[in-house]
């Protein structure tokens, strides 16, 4: 009986000892998750507050609600335009989610930086208008694709009859040039403006 007990207590030893591997790489992982999401919550939570710091103006931010807003209602049309539609918006989806995070940001700025008012936290704006300086050849390439697929469904929509989208259309080609033209030099201008100013401020003796 002794000798069984002995035997059992040995299996379940070595059982267990085969488990502890097993069970350590699950903790590691549970861990390594955590630790995943504990970051992009993090950076999550940082971008909020920079957005917080310089809110999109409230014109260019409905500008872009109403253009997502009559895009959706257009992805959900039967046929070409529907079609058409869904296209333009895997394209124009991420890319408005872009600019929306370095592009859009910086024109808080141009009000007081235009009165000649400057505080210490404007400085926070440079990651972002360094970032679309980096980023513009790409951004405007984007350009290229996102009028292709305008294009199109301007195309279809007319061909179609249906003078709603083919008047968002036309209203998207006017947004991409006015970005081009005006948003995208403005914004890095208000970078150009800020950085040349608290430079000049290192510098005084």
């Known amino acids: 009986m002794k000798h069984n007990e002995s035997s059992n207590k040995m299996k379940v030893t070595k059982s267990l000892h085969g488990w502890i591997p097993?069970?350590?790489?699950?903790?590691?992982?549970?861990?390594?998750?955590?630790?995943?999401?504990?970051?992009?919550?993090t950076t999550k939570t940082a971008a909020h507050a920079q957005h917080a710091k310089f809110p999109i103006p409230a014109a260019i931010r409905a500008e872009h609600a109403e253009i997502h807003q009559q895009l959706v209602a257009a992805t959900k049309v039967e046929g070409e335009v529907g079609e058409a539609a869904r296209q333009l918006a895997a394209i124009l989806d991420p890319h408005f989610q872009r600019e929306e995070q370095i592009a859009l940001?910086?024109?808080?700025?141009?009000?007081?930086?235009?009165?000649?008012?400057f505080n210490p936290g404007m400085r926070d704006v440079l990651a972002m208008t360094?970032?679309?300086?980096?980023?513009?050849?790409?951004?405007?390439?984007?350009?290229?694709a996102i009028h292709a697929a305008t294009s199109r469904m301007g195309a279809v929509a007319t061909k179609a009859g249906n003078a709603e989208?083919?008047?968002l259309a036309e209203t998207l080609k006017l947004h991409a040039e006015s970005e081009e033209e005006v948003l995208?030099?403005?914004?890095i201008l208000v970078g150009d403006v800020v950085h040349a100013h608290f430079a000049s401020k290192s510098i005084q003796p």
């Open 22 to 41: 097993v069970a350590a790489a699950f903790v590691g992982l549970g861990l390594g998750v955590l630790a995943t999401v504990a970051g992009a919550q």
């Open 184 to 187: 995208y030099p403005a914004a």
């Open 130 to 144: 360094d970032a679309l300086r980096a980023e513009l050849p790409h951004m405007l390439k984007e350009h290229k």
């Open 165 to 167: 989208v083919e008047r």
């Open 105 to 117: 940001p910086p024109l808080a700025l141009l009000a007081p930086l235009s009165r000649g008012e």
